[in-house]
């Protein structure tokens, strides 16, 4: 998909990194990059992450790094009297390579190689006091307090988000096609939609959307749509007591069996087992 640049080095000034808390109404969905490392640390708020093509729910505590160049956002839904915060941090691959090439480096210089694809790390409590302790710093102790932080994260738990075969589409436009599309599909994903519908939306037949689509996510439009409502699914099974049939018509699959087929398909797990292990 289409992700617009974003400009991090005119945020920085004179310093060697972007270290900074924000407090907003709610994340928008902004599908965009930059040739900057990014490390968030989600401190209030849930919704929805997207990274290359992993597509996941996010909560407070969420931790990613995030490579250069790697197409991202976190979006939520605006809830009166509930902001969201974040603590982010973003630093450019000529600010790593003065240290990385030197030995005492090379297990960060192994981490962000890998956060080429986004890194997700499940457990971020034991870090989160650093990170938010980051913004306030200033000098040589910012730059001691970041490669600390990179050095204990080379010792937690992770995995990969985005897949190999995800290649980003990249450019600036006044309007992102893109970004027009997924705001649609993610405010109706639990309607009734249609290829054609949502092809319109930007001016294409549907082969020609078929095809920018898949180039674009290395998704079909379809494997898209399902992972959004099974993403929506995963929330209501974890936070609401309904009935699995009732989430199934309310997240927007047609059927219980077709429901019951994608989820284990996505998930490894039947809906049933995954609300019990929850449990």
Not at 204 to 233: H, P
């Amino acid at each position: 998909m289409r992700a617009l640049y974003e400009n991090i080095a005119s945020k920085k000034g004179n310093e060697s990194f972007v270290a900074y808390a924000l407090k907003v109404a709610f994340f928008e969905f902004k599908w965009h990059y930059h040739p900057e490392y990014e490390l968030t640390l989600i401190t209030k708020g849930k919704g929805k992450r997207l990274v290359g093509d992993s597509y996941e729910n996010y909560e407070t505590g969420d931790l990613v790094l995030l490579g250069a160049d790697l197409p991202h956002t976190w979006s939520s839904d605006p809830v009166k009297n509930k902001p969201v915060s974040a603590i982010v941090i973003q630093f450019s691959p000529d600010f790593a390579h003065r240290f990385l090439e030197l030995d005492e480096f090379k297990k960060i210089a192994s981490l962000l190689a890998s956060s080429a694809r986004g890194l997700f790390f499940p457990d971020s409590k034991s870090i989160r006091h650093e990170l938010e302790l980051l913004p306030t710093q200033t000098g040589v102790e910012k730059i001691t307090s970041l490669l600390a932080i990179l050095q204990k994260l080379t010792t937690l738990k992770h995995y990969k988000l985005s897949s190999e075969y995800f290649e980003a589409i990249k450019g600036e436009e006044t309007e992102s096609r893109i970004n027009k599309v997924c705001r649609h599909i993610q405010t109706h994903a639990a309607e009734n939609l249609s290829l054609e519908q949502v092809a319109a939306l930007i001016h294409l037949s549907r082969s020609a959307f078929s095809k920018f689509f898949k180039r674009a996510t290395g998704k079909t439009f379809s494997d898209y749509v399902n992972d959004i409502r099974i993403g929506n699914a995963c929330h209501l099974l974890t936070e609401t007591d309904k009935a699995i049939n009732e989430i199934a018509y309310q997240t927007g699959f047609e059927s219980l069996t077709y429901f019951n087929r994608v989820f284990l398909k996505k998930k490894n797990i039947t809906p049933r087992d995954f609300r019990n292990r929850i449990l």
